[in-house]
């Protein structure tokens, strides 16, 4: 049952970055403030800021969205555990 929620937590950290860069390509600015909220990790692409196209550029963009598919699998896991105590808490009343 966990891995559900790893797996859910994950793949939408994997779909948050995607969403934003598809904004990005089709016009509209990558980093509002519900960037900041959703993609924390957005941070690391300064450092390939000035270098778009090369391979460090693209090193760098996959780090920060494995940083963001990390992050959102660990708040999975916090949401399983606090789902788990909030369970047994109802099931002993």
């Not at 994997?14 to 990790?41: D, K, N, Q, Y």
């Not at 690391?44 to 550029?57: P, T, V």
């Not at 963001?68 to 047994?88: D, M, P, Q, S, T």
């Amino acid at each position: 049952m966990i891995w559900r929620f790893v797996c859910v937590g994950a793949i939408i950290g994997l779909i948050v970055p995607a969403v934003f860069e598809a904004r990005f390509i089709f016009g509209r600015h990558l980093l509002g403030a519900e960037a900041r909220l959703l993609w924390p990790s957005y941070i690391i692409l300064m450092a390939a800021d000035g270098r778009e196209h090369s391979a460090f550029a693209y090193l760098t963009m996959a780090t920060s969205i494995s940083a963001n598919v990390l992050l959102y699998a660990i708040i999975g896991v916090l949401l399983f555990g606090f789902f788990n105590v909030i369970n047994k808490l109802i099931k002993r009343t």
